[in-house]
């Protein structure tokens, strides 16, 4: 199973949550996610991190070669 350090950073409002992990590992996590039926907020909060490291051009193109 995949397992994701998850390190959270207090701010003045609210928690900012920062993934420790590869690129790679984060796409398998955010496709493993969907597959599983995650909550929403999970799978939201990989996609917030994807788009933080420009990685949404990578998931259209898996998505395509499938």
């Known amino acids: 199973m ?5 390190e959270s950073n207090n ?4 928690v ?3 993934l420790k992990i590869s690129d790679s590992k984060l796409i398998e996590a955010y496709y493993s996610a969907i597959e599983l039926k995650l ?9 917030e991190e994807l788009r ?10 898996r998505v395509m070669q499938k």
């Open 2 to 6: 995949l397992s994701l350090l998850l």
């Open 11 to 14: 701010k003045d409002k609210g």
């Open 16 to 18: 900012n949550l920062e």
């Open 39 to 47: 909550s929403h907020e999970f799978i939201s909060m990989l996609e």
């Open 52 to 61: 933080k490291r420009n990685l949404t051009e990578q998931l259209e193109s």
